[in-house]
């Protein structure tokens, strides 16, 4: 082969490796099948790829309205998500102000968290967390900017190790524009707390003591479908519950998902749980 035809043919080729490289870095953990997390929820399970949370990926949360500057709703996810799968979990937080009885009431137990204070430095101690193939997942408090160069580095990381990866993403007001700037994220969640149910429905009029519910918005989901629902919160085992009156059948569907799957899921119709638009 004749000396120009030779380096047009290794360009050629590392040109296609580069482009390889490239569309698997965007495509993230969809790349190749992998394992998955259920919710339990065939509504929420069925707009999921694989029908469920991918394992190996990044993902982000965030509070809503009222909440939106602690966060509490969206970190008690997180909490119940991480309850759910074995391991050890690296928390990373800029100050120390994480509850974490609050965690333990959604199953996750301080014992199993390690605390990880880093000021300034959360991205690069998560990015640091995520090499280590043993933990169950890394999750990062992050307040302002979170753009796609940070976000691409996690999630390479955690595709690289199998390990999942969660954003509390932190902000004092609802409408902060970083909130919404583009991600690598697998998945983006917002989480607003709505009024709980009366404890006796048969005396509606009483205060509210019953399950805490929320408004689970999937804002992004990449290979997936956006959608709203209305849920009860993360129970004692970490798993999300669908109140009975919004349900497809007589009683309350419950999360309980103890451990990843590989195979998909059935999909279902959303049902009377998806809020519309």
């Given at each position: 082969?004749?000396?120009?035809?030779?380096?047009?043919?290794?360009?050629?080729?590392?040109?296609?490796?580069?482009?390889?490289?490239?569309?698997?870095?965007?495509?993230?953990?969809?790349?190749?099948?992998?394992?998955?997390?259920?919710?339990?929820?065939?509504?929420?399970?069925?707009?999921?790829?694989?029908?469920?949370?991918?394992?190996?990926?990044?993902?982000?949360?965030?509070?809503?309205?009222?909440?939106?500057?602690?966060?509490?709703?969206a970190a008690l996810?997180?909490?119940?998500?991480?309850?759910?799968?074995?391991?050890?979990?690296?928390?990373?937080?800029?100050?120390?102000?994480?509850?974490?009885?609050?965690?333990?009431?959604?199953?996750?137990?301080?014992?199993?968290?390690?605390?990880?204070?880093?000021?300034?430095?959360?991205?690069?101690?998560?990015?640091?967390?995520?090499?280590?193939?043993?933990?169950?997942?890394?999750?990062?408090?992050?307040?302002?900017?979170?753009?796609?160069?940070?976000?691409?580095?996690?999630q390479l990381a955690?595709?690289?190790?199998?390990?999942?990866?969660?954003?509390?993403?932190?902000?004092?007001?609802?409408?902060?524009?970083?909130?919404?700037?583009?991600?690598?994220?697998?998945?983006?969640?917002?989480?607003?707390?709505?009024?709980?149910?009366?404890?006796?429905?048969?005396?509606?009029?009483?205060?509210?003591?019953?399950?805490?519910?929320?408004?689970?918005?999937?804002?992004?989901?990449?290979?997936?479908?956006?959608?709203?629902?209305?849920?009860?919160?993360?129970?004692?085992?970490?798993?999300?519950?669908?109140?009975?009156?919004?349900?497809?059948?007589?009683a309350a569907e419950?999360?309980?998902?103890?451990?990843?799957?590989?195979?998909?899921?059935?999909?279902?119709?959303?049902?009377?749980?998806?809020?519309?638009?």
């Open positions: 082969m004749d000396p120009p035809r030779a380096a047009a043919t290794v360009l050629h080729s590392t040109l296609q490796d580069l482009r390889t490289q490239i569309a698997r870095i965007e495509r993230g953990a969809t790349a190749s099948p992998g394992k998955v997390l259920p919710f339990g929820l065939p509504a929420i399970d069925a707009a999921l790829p694989g029908g469920g949370l991918p394992l190996a990926a990044l993902h982000e949360a965030t509070g809503s309205g009222a909440d939106v500057e602690h966060g509490a709703a996810l997180i909490g119940g998500i991480l309850a759910r799968l074995p391991g050890p979990v690296l928390w990373v937080i800029a100050t120390p102000d994480l509850f974490a009885p609050g965690l333990a009431s959604v199953g996750l137990h301080p014992d199993r968290v390690i605390f990880a204070e880093a000021g300034k430095q959360v991205l690069a101690v998560m990015e640091e967390g995520l090499r280590h193939p043993g933990l169950a997942a890394v999750v990062g408090e992050v307040s302002g900017p979170f753009g796609l160069v940070a976000s691409r580095r996690l955690a595709e690289q190790s199998g390990v999942l990866a969660f954003v509390l993403r932190r902000s004092r007001r609802h409408d902060d524009p970083a909130l919404a700037a583009p991600s690598a994220a697998m998945t983006r969640w917002r989480v607003a707390a709505l009024p709980s149910p009366p404890a006796d429905p048969a005396a509606p009029d009483t205060p509210g003591l019953g399950r805490a519910r929320w408004q689970l918005d999937l804002m992004r989901c990449r290979g997936g479908e956006p959608g709203s629902w209305i849920v009860e919160a993360c129970d004692a085992q970490g798993g999300l519950g669908l109140p009975a009156a919004l349900g497809d059948g007589p419950t999360g309980r998902a103890s451990s990843p799957s590989a195979a998909p899921p059935r999909r279902h119709r959303a049902g009377a749980a998806r809020r519309s638009a």
